[in-house]
């Protein structure tokens, strides 16, 4: 899956990946929201590390009454607790991408449009799609790019990978995954900085309307948020001012996510 995921998605815009092209290393997990996005990702035996554990906690309430343990009933719910507790914050955590981000006030550049071939590094989150298959995404390292229509390409890499040394990552996500935002979607950009790892990076939210799956039972496509993240600051300015070329308003600074 590795292979054919970058190149169909590249059909009718073959040139995305024609190029050599060295990506940044995987964004290490060094936060809780990083560890509950590999957790809800990354499998063992068919199934989910989260699945597993919420399994785990519902079976030590179910035990801890059947066997009679000390404490009984209490320390039963107390396990049902924990187990909601953490299918609640998983859920709430999936709402912002698993990610921390936070607007901040700064001169803007002057609008410059980037050359076709010129491909900027980042760190993407949000909800990137390839073969008509959707999916979110936390800190994937991939690149920004501006075809010559002005049509921006985010494009981000899945790697084979291990967590706990036990999961592993699911075989069809692994690959290359794609969003397609054209200037006339976008209903703002937010500059900011973002948590990568243990570290706060120069960053840009990017609120836009995607073009609907061919599936989609929406009409009117819902509005999105791709969270960018530069290890770079000139590769921030310079993607900050290739955006503001079709600009229709002045980027939004009151967006925050932490």
């Given at each position: ?23 940044l290393p995987d964004a290490p997990l060094a936060t809780w929201q990083g560890w509950l996005y590999a957790l809800t990702r990354a499998q063992w035996l ?94 994937l390292p991939g690149f920004y790019r501006t075809f010559a229509t002005r049509e921006h390409v985010l494009i981000g890499r899945v790697q084979p990978r ?24 976008i209903d703002a950009i937010t500059p900011g900085q973002q948590q990568v790892g243990l570290h706060w990076l120069p960053a840009l939210a990017i609120t ?51």
């Open positions: 899956m590795s292979s054919h995921n970058g190149a169909s998605a590249a059909s009718g815009r073959a040139h995305v990946t024609q190029r050599t092209t060295t990506f068919g199934m989910t590390l989260m699945h597993w554990l919420l399994l785990l906690l519902i079976a030590l309430a179910s035990g801890w009454l059947l066997l009679e343990l000390p404490g009984g009933w209490p320390i039963s719910l107390g396990w049902l607790t924990v187990a909601g507790a953490l299918w609640g914050l998983a859920r709430q955590t999936q709402r912002q991408h698993y990610t921390r981000f936070r607007a901040i006030t700064m001169s803007f550049p002057a609008p410059a449009g980037l050359s076709p071939a010129d491909k900027r590094p980042l760190y993407v989150t949000g909800a990137l799609s390839v073969e008509a298959k959707a999916r979110t995404f936390h800190t291990r967590i706990a040394a036990l999961a592993t990552w699911p075989e069809d996500e692994i690959g290359l995954w794609y969003a397609f935002v054209a200037p006339a979607q836009y309307r995607p073009t609907p799956l061919p599936d989609a039972k929406r009409r009117v496509p819902a509005a999105t948020t791709l969270y960018l993240a530069f290890p770079d600051p000139d590769d921030h300015n310079a993607v900050l001012a290739d955006l503001l070329v079709d600009a229709r308003s002045a980027p939004a600074s009151e967006q925050h996510h932490d």
